[in-house]
């Protein structure tokens, strides 16, 4: 059931993982989808060195072009655009040709991150102050920029809605000092927009993924979505991954919610979502990796501090 048909979605940050699950999802349920990202063909090697980091996200092969093509696969329509969203001309120029090809805006996906090459799971006083200051331009100025420019096209079209993508629904600490700022800054962001706009019938939300099994992590696995599960052998919690779709679905439900507003200015996770909105991942599933943390790592304490003992448990603090 095309319930999104009509509308009109930005999903900054499509090119992989998160972002392009939720740009094939909305495509699927009817929206017109623009994908963007820095990575294109054009700018993708032929060959990839298969001893890169899995993470190292400028070497990754996906671009827009194929997430188009499997939004297209799905029935829906993906329209790729090449926007590095920190500089603020390239942003502009999006919305421009949106209004003039589309003449509004009703679904903004800030989902722009950039960051996992930046990761250093060491104490604050250890870490690059470059590296740090380069992930907060990457995964929050992005974010800021995107909004202002696309705000005005949501305010014509009377009603709209604004999902930042984060980690976690608490404030508890995150493992490291700069991944945990961008992550706890991009929530308070949907609450400031939810704030700044609600006269104007916006509603803004943050949303976070569960275990997500993206591409990077499936090749950090050497395994494929075909036969994931033979990573479980080595880290149990894999069992509790979850497709870039499943968070993808609960957003285009989201999308169609009518009481939507009711939800503005909070953070919400797949663990809550997907029970409440009837979706289910790509074999049927509802991963709660809040469920099996409490169950399996009683010695994490309460859910606040979850991420903290997860990241050391993953080796990767």
């Known amino acids: 059931m095309k319930t999104l048909k009509g509308k009109v979605a930005v999903v900054a940050g499509a090119t992989r993982g998160t972002g392009r699950g939720i740009a094939c999802e909305l495509g699927a349920a009817g929206a017109i989808v623009y994908c963007t990202g820095r990575s294109t063909r054009a700018n993708r090697k032929a060959e990839r060195d298969p001893k890169a980091n899995p993470f190292d996200l400028a070497n990754r092969p996906?671009?827009?072009?194929?997430?188009?093509?499997?939004?297209?696969?799905?029935?829906?329509?993906?329209?790729?655009?090449?926007?590095?969203?920190?500089i603020p001309?390239?942003?502009?120029?999006?919305?421009?040709?949106?209004?003039?090809?589309?003449?509004?805006?009703?679904?903004?996906?800030?989902?722009?991150?950039?960051?996992?090459?930046?990761?250093?799971?060491?104490?604050?006083?250890?870490?690059?102050l470059d590296k740090g200051l380069l992930m907060i331009e990457r995964a929050v100025h992005s974010h800021i920029i995107t909004a202002h420019y696309a705000a005005p096209l949501l305010i014509k079209a009377k009603r709209g809605l604004i999902v930042e993508i984060t980690d976690g629904d608490h404030f508890g600490y995150r493992g490291m000092f700069y991944y945990d700022f961008v992550k706890t800054s991009v929530i308070r962001l949907a609450f400031l927009f939810a704030t700044e706009l609600k006269k104007h019938k916006i509603t803004a939300v943050a949303v976070?993924?569960?275990?997500i099994r993206s591409e990077a992590m499936l090749e950090y696995f050497k395994v494929t979505e075909a036969n994931w599960q033979e990573a479980i052998k080595k880290r149990p919690d894999f069992s509790i991954s979850e497709t870039p779709f499943y968070v993808g679905r609960a957003v285009a439900a989201m999308a169609a919610d009518r009481k939507i507003a009711k939800k503005s200015g909070r953070v919400f996770g797949m663990w809550d979502l997907g029970p409440e909105y009837g979706v289910t991942d790509v074999d049927g599933g509802q991963p709660d990796v809040r469920q099996w943390i409490k169950e399996n790592m009683p010695q994490w304490g309460e859910w606040k501090n979850c991420d903290d003992g997860f990241y050391s448990?993953?080796?990767?603090k």
């Open 62 to 86: 996906e671009t827009i072009e194929e997430t188009v093509e499997m939004i297209a696969a799905c029935g829906g329509q993906g329209i790729a655009v090449q926007v590095d969203h920190t």
């Open 313 to 316: 448990y993953w080796g990767w």
């Open 208 to 211: 976070s993924p569960g275990f």
């Open 89 to 128: 001309e390239q942003v502009q120029s999006l919305f421009q040709r949106i209004e003039r090809e589309q003449g509004k805006l009703d679904i903004l996906v800030n989902d722009i991150w950039g960051g996992d090459e930046l990761n250093e799971w060491k104490p604050f006083v250890e870490q690059s």
